[in-house]
């Protein structure tokens, strides 16, 4: 008979002598401060009565548990009694059995709790995953002292320092589960009746205390591949130290004393840089979502089906986004030729995913079903949403829109994935503004997961939204920012790049800034980016500014390069030269043009510091972050971090451009702009002027939030 003993999100009922605690609190059983009170009185009351012989612990939403509070780390109450590595302990160490019923993702925390019980059961949907790691912390709950109990070293270091989550079939298969269940329907049921079989069994509860570990030659032979594997040279090298440190614990220390060792470590890595930043961008992750015009009383439109418009390099990238997902995608050209060369070229890139094994055959199959290509926008009468992905000019965009406008039924949301004109413009051909909006997906589109999401001035909220969840549909990071010339990211990137040619004028050489960079962290240097993305591309989204009327020597070395027809990666030749198997080399040539363009524009070549190139890209580029922020094109100073993270490889381990400005002080910065106004004659008082974003911050002494 089920007696309930509480409404609140943790349930316990009595099924038999059984004691059932679920955790019913959604969307993810996160074990927040209330949840763990709860929990734990639960726990507590089942194991004080007299009648009960085993207690099943499982969770009533989706998940299993996907742990911890991150938020709770800052904010205190991860340490606020009772925390969870002293609750874990506390099941571990019951004399009354206990099993987790694992119904689905079991994550940090979660499977920390799991590893607690002395016996799990999981559904064919229950997975493992510590992803401390990922965060750059280890597992803080006792993970790294119960897990190599549980499955030995090996499998234990593999998935601490992986991350990664593993299957319920791996997991039986490694004996993190003791039993499986592959039928959905009876898995309570079947929990149950295993537990009611062990009871009668007289099972043993399985006290992590009392399993001893042997430090044999294959576990030393384990901890030290591991260590070995560890570049000197990775960010995240000291976490993994750690993570190898705490599990060789388990080994050599009984399990208290391996759990304090493990919350030692765990509180150096809390305190390192690189954590801070990581925890940083999660809850990056967290506030993006949070957009003010889109509460919860906004509709969203349900999208069924998509076109995009202009089957070029964009245009595939994006339309595999939505036939991926089973989506019915439309790819319209206005050449045939071009349509019929991306469906083509869609089916071998997804084949390639195939035999990569990146994608499923059914996934496979679903995208080519889903995905037609048309010349005329006759066949874009019933989408939900179009996405044009033309050329880069407000004339070919106009007349795309007009089009659009009176092709598309009145509901249909029409998006630009312009990367620098005026989204408000482009609203203005239509007869729908509310319904237009930009989409700026970042190349290649099918696999980059940021997305600028552009609300102009008239797009509802409605549209705003709709838009919104498709992408995070489509697994995409989207940051909705206002409009400006290049949004968010090309604004930043302006004020970065055109540092970056300059001192190639002035006597940098194009790889010592790309080293200067790649030593920064980012995963690319900057001239490299655009050799990748094309001098061509780069020319025309300058082709709106007006910087050369200030600056005569404005992006010469680009427009000269472009003139000479050297695109990029593209062509063979662009700032750096390529051979046939694609390898970069530098090419004497553009020393030539750059020495003899320096001496046209008056500008004095000289040695230019690593120092002075990190200096002039980075600060140039926070002080327009900064401008943004004062001008509210961006949201918060975080969502600018998460676009140069995600979208230009900013080291992440620094935590992007604003959360590095604010880690070494915006007084600094505002002195180096200073400074470099000063130094670097007309040129500096151009271009180095703090802007009133950075002044702000500067004399209140404030940060970027
Ligand atoms: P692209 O030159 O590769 O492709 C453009 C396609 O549009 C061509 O196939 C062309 O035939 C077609 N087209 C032109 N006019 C048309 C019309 N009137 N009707 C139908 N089709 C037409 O260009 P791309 O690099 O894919 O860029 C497309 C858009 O995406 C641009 O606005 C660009 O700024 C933006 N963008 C590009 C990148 C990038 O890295 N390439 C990144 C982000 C955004």
Same mark, same amino acid.
């Given at each position: ?11 316990l009922?009595?099924i038999?002598s059984i ?8 969307p993810a059983n996160?074990l927040?401060?209330?949840l763990r009170?709860?929990l734990?009185?639960?726990?507590l ?6 009648d009960?012989?085993?207690?099943v612990?499982t969770?009533?939403?989706?998940i299993?548990?996907?742990g ?6 800052d ?10 590595p002293d609750?874990?302990?506390?099941i571990?160490a019951s004399?009354?059995?206990c099993?987790?019923a ?9 499977m920390e ?5 002395d016996?799990?059961v999981?559904?064919?949907k229950?997975a ?5 790691i ?7 709950a006792g ?7 549980i499955?030995?070293?090996r499998?234990a ?8 989550s ?6 039986r298969d490694?004996?993190l ?8 329907e009876?898995?309570?049921e +079947?929990a149950? !009746?295993f537990?009611? =079989? $062990? ?12 399993i @001893? /570990?042997?430090?044999?030659p294959e ?10 594997a560890?570049?000197t040279?990775a960010?995240?090298r000291v976490?993994?130290?750690r993570c190898?440190d ?5 080994y050599?220390?009984?399990l208290p004393?391996?759990?304090e060792?493990?919350a030692?470590l765990?509180?150096e890595a809390l305190?390192e840089?690189?954590?801070?930043a990581m925890?940083y961008?999660?809850?990056a992750?967290r506030s ?15 999208i ?13 990238g994006?339309?595999?986004?939505f036939?991926s997902?089973?989506?019915?995608t439309?790819?319209?050209?206005r +050449?045939?030729? !071009?349509?019929?060369? =991306? $469906?083509?070229?869609?089916e ?5 995913r195939?035999?990569k @094994? /990146?994608?499923d ?5 679903r995208?080519m ?7 005329t ?8 949403l179009v ?9 070919v965009?106009?007349?795309?829109f ?5 092709h598309c ?9 312009t990367?620098?004109l ?5 609203a ?8 237009v909006?930009g ?5 290649p589109?099918?696999?980059m ?5 552009i609300r ?9 939204k709709?838009v919104?969840e498709l992408a ?5 990071l989207p940051?909705v920012v206002?409009?400006c010339?290049?949004?968010v990211?090309?604004?930043m990137?302006e ?6 040619f ?6 940098a050489?194009?790889?010592q ?7 920064f962290?980012?995963?690319?240097g900057?001239?490299s980016?655009y050799d990748l993305?094309?001098?061509d591309v ?10 050369k009327e200030?600056d005569?020597?404005?992006h010469a070395l ?6 000479l ?8 030749l ?7 198997t694609?390898?970069?080399h ?5 020393a030539?043009?750059a020495t ?14 690593p120092?002075e190139i990190?200096e002039r ?5 926070i002080?327009?972050?900064a401008?943004?922020?004062e001008e ?10 998460l ?8 080291p ?5 451009p ?10 600094v910065i ?5 400074k470099?106004?000063?130094?670097l004659?007309?040129?500096?008082r ?7 974003g950075?002044?702000?911050?500067a004399t209140?002494?404030?940060t970027?939030?």
């Open positions: 008979m089920a007696n309930s003993a509480s409404s609140t999100p943790v349930k009922e009595k038999g004691a059932l605690i679920s955790v019913n609190h959604a996160i927040s401060l209330p009170r709860e734990l009185s639960c726990f009351q089942a194991e004080g009565d007299t009960v012989n085993a207690i612990i969770s009533a939403v989706n299993f548990s996907a911890a509070d991150i938020t709770e780390i904010s205190g109450a991860a340490y606020t009694a009772p925390i969870l609750i874990l302990d506390r571990d004399s009354t059995l099993v987790a694992i119904n689905g993702a079991a994550i940090g925390g979660g709790l799991t590893l607690a019980c016996y799990r999981g559904g064919s229950a493992f995953q510590l992803p401390e990922t965060l750059g912390l280890l597992p803080g993970g790294t002292q119960r897990l190599p109990r499955t030995g070293a499998h270091l593999n998935i601490i320092l992986s991350g990664k593993v299957s319920a079939e791996f997991a490694i004996d589960l003791d039993h499986l269940v592959m039928d959905d009876c898995f309570l +079947d149950i !009746a537990t009611q =079989a $062990l009871v009668r069994s007289n099972a043993p509860v399985r006290d992590c205390r009392f @001893g /570990l042997e430090k044999c576990v030393r032979g384990q901890l030290e591949l591991q260590r070995e560890i570049a040279a960010p995240d976490v993994k130290s190898i705490a599990v060789e614990a388990a050599d220390l009984a004393a391996g759990i060792l493990e030692q765990f509180r305190a840089p690189y954590a801070q925890r961008l999660f809850e992750e993006a979502k949070h957009i003010p015009e889109m509460d919860s009383s906004v509709p969203a439109m349900s069924e089906k998509v076109a995009v418009i202009g089957a070029g390099s964009m245009g595939r994006i339309a595999t986004n036939s997902l089973g989506l019915p439309i790819i319209v050209d +050449d045939p030729d !071009a349509v019929e060369k =991306a $469906l083509q070229h869609i071998k890139s997804c084949g390639i195939l035999e @094994g /990146l994608l055959t059914t996934t496979f199959k995208a079903d889903s995905l037609v290509g048309a010349t926008y006759d066949a874009v009468g019933d989408v939900d996405i044009e992905a033309v050329f880069e000019d407000l004339g965009k106009q007349e795309v007009v089009e659009l406008d009176k039924k009145q509901e249909t949301i029409l998006a630009t994935n990367s620098t005026n989204v408000n413009a482009i203005d051909f239509t007869t729908r503004p509310d319904k909006v989409l700026h997906f970042f190349n589109a099918d696999r997961r940021l997305l600028e999401v102009g001035k008239r797009t509802s909220a409605s549209t705003l709709s919104f995070r549909a489509i697994g995409k940051i206002n409009v010339y290049g949004f990211a090309n604004r990137l004020p970065f790049a055109r540092e970056a300059r001192m190639i004028l002035e006597g050489c194009p790889e800034v790309d080293r200067v960079l790649t030593d962290g980012f995963s690319m900057v001239v980016m993305v094309g001098l780069a020319y025309q989204a300058r082709s709106v500014l007006s910087h200030q005569p020597g404005y680009m427009d000269e390069l472009y003139a027809k050297r695109y990029g990666r593209k062509t063979g662009g700032i750096y030269r390529y051979d046939t694609g390898k970069k530098s090419d004497p040539q553009v030539v043009i003899r363009l320096a001496s046209e524009l008056g500008i004095r070549r000289r040695e230019i510091s120092q990190l890209c980075l600060f140039t580029l002080n327009e972050g401008q943004i922020l509210k094109i961006a949201y918060r100073a975080s969502d600018c971090d676009i140069w993270v995600n979208g230009f490889g900013f992440n381990w620094r935590g992007g604003l959360h590095y400005a604010n880690q070494i002080g915006i007084p505002h002195r180096a702009l200073l470099y106004r000063e130094q004659g007309d040129y500096g151009l271009w180095y002027t703090p802007s009133v950075l002044e702000k911050l209140t002494n404030s970027f939030q």
